[in-house]
């Protein structure tokens, strides 16, 4: 079974283009989040769906930052406009019912690293 | 303070040495508690789950939670180069609550 697939790996961009980060969860999985990763803070929630549903969106930056899940099998983040303090590693990752509700295993794809020059 | 805290590191060890990894939380709502190992340019994987108080091995690998301390572990034995990954502690309140993670600590095992 296929892992949770993020695109691009490997993003570079100007300040103030727009970026758009998209996730495949595993299938059969109805929960999905979207972490960012740096140096500094770690690993940061941003925010989760359940059911392609957004139930917390406390850990999204400022505005600039939104994330749709139009379906069970693809979610997307966007940036616009793009910053340099954006620049870190975007992990999404997806984790189903079963697994929240026991050990609250999420299963993380590979990242898609941005840098905002 | 935060709610997790967790040695920055890095730390490089020889081969075969055993390794102590140490979280310290301060809600003391966490009962599920978990280590997650990430291997350079990967996204984290769960290594080892404990629920509650107490020690759990699996191999070369034991998780150790003391909620009277607010304070999780986790030892690795006989240490070996593919052990080098960055590990990171997560916790969390009850079921269906949000994972807290650690900044998480860069391991280096020097063959």
């Known amino acids: 079974d296929a892992g949770v697939i993020q695109s691009p790996r490997h993003e570079v961009t100007e300040m103030g283009q727009e970026v758009t980060l998209r996730c495949k969860p595993i299938s059969g999985h109805d929960y999905l989040f979207w972490y960012r990763q740096t140096m500094m803070r770690g690993l940061e929630l941003l925010i989760y769906f359940n059911n392609n549903v957004p139930i917390d969106d406390s850990g999204m930056p400022e505005d600039r930052f939104s994330a749709k899940m139009p379906n069970a099998s693809f979610s997307t983040l966007k940036i616009q406009p793009s910053e340099p303090r954006d620049s870190a590693v975007y992990f999404c990752?997806?984790?189903?019912?079963?697994?929240?509700?026991?050990?609250?295993?999420?299963?993380f794809g590979e990242g898609s690293r941005l840098t905002v020059l | 303070q935060k709610e997790v805290e967790q040695d920055p590191g890095p730390l490089s060890v020889p081969e075969g040495a055993i390794v102590s990894l140490n979280c310290t939380y301060s809600?003391?709502?966490?009962?599920?508690f978990m280590w997650y190992r990430q291997y350079s340019r990967k996204g984290p994987e769960l290594l080892m789950y404990t629920y509650s108080s107490g020690n759990k091995e699996d191999g070369r690998f034991t998780a150790q939670v003391d909620k009277s301390s607010k304070y999780i572990s986790l030892f690795i034995r006989d240490s070996q180069p593919s052990d080098s990954a960055t590990y990171l502690c997560a916790m969390r309140g009850g079921a269906n609550s949000k994972l807290t993670f650690g900044k998480g600590i860069t391991l280096s095992v020097r063959p």
């Open positions: 809600n003391s709502a966490f009962q599920y």
């Open positions: 990752a997806s984790s189903g019912t079963r697994d929240v509700a026991s050990t609250g295993e999420l299963f």
